[in-house]
């Protein structure tokens, strides 16, 4: 029997679950775009506003139906890994709008993603530069409040983001569990398995990628690490200690 790789040991067990939950969604949902695609161009040059409008609620028909299933599978995996605590590393996600001991806003979080995907910048830290009188800040605020209001009322689409979403998506996957910090070869081999895009991954590329997610990642959290100070100066909330933290 071959043995398993080295960076599988490196990984806490629910990151594989989770990772294989993230590769079976890409999969399926770029195959139902494509499918969109399609039928799209079948209706010709000049459709008929009846049929375009009726393919595209189909695919939104269908679109939503994935997101309804999926969300159930993954509630079975977190289920599996409670009561817990489930080990992680708090840096991940750490521009997403979840605080402890609170259910999560889903507009809220939708809008922070979509600041991070553009920005590479969480929203709490452009915010607290805004307040300061930053006017990149300011402009990038502005950027996110139209790419949400096009979302959330369906008013057109949103300009694909710079960064490579995927792969960006996927490592930060891999930073929220690992138990130590994965080999450059090791990057590579785990993104090989688990990344929707199917060709072998570089281990110099795969390095460096992640060294930009924890810079930029790092970069928001010293921001608001700062301001915490500022409020508090016996310094911030104990909860902000990576090694005092795990999910419940």
Not at 79 to 98: E, F, N, T, V, W
Not at 133 to 139: F, K, L, S, V
Request: proline letters at 6%; a negative charge.
């Amino acid at each position: 029997m071959a043995k398993a790789p080295m960076w599988r040991e490196k990984l806490y067990a629910i990151f594989f679950e989770l990772a294989e939950f993230n590769l079976q969604f890409e999969r399926e949902w770029k195959d139902l775009q494509i499918q969109h695609l399609q039928k799209l161009l079948a209706l010709g040059e000049k459709p008929d506003p009846g049929l375009w409008q009726q393919t595209h609620h189909e695919f939104e028909r269908k679109a939503q139906e994935l997101l309804d299933r999926k969300t159930v599978q993954l509630v079975e995996i977190n289920q599996r890994y409670l009561p817990g605590p489930i080990p992680y590393d708090p840096l991940a996600y750490s521009y997403l709008a979840i605080r402890p001991g609170e259910l999560p806003d889903d507009a809220e979080n939708l809008a922070a993603y979509i600041h991070w995907e553009r920005h590479g910048e969480s929203l709490q830290a452009t915010t607290e530069k805004d307040q300061h009188g930053d006017m990149e800040a300011y402009r990038k605020l502005a950027r996110t409040g139209e790419d949400f209001r096009r979302v959330t009322f369906k008013k057109g689409g949103v300009k694909p983001f710079q960064g490579d979403e995927i792969h960006r998506q996927l490592l930060e996957l891999i930073l929220c569990f690992e138990k130590e910090r994965l080999t450059a070869d090791e990057l590579a081999e785990c993104l090989d398995r688990y990344c929707v895009c199917g060709k072998d991954h570089d281990a110099g590329a795969a390095r460096k990628q992640m060294k930009r997610l924890r810079k930029d990642l790092q970069e928001s959290s010293r921001v608001l690490r700062v301001e915490t100070q500022n409020e508090c100066p016996n310094g911030p909330p104990e909860q902000n200690d990576p090694k005092k933290r795990s999910t419940t």
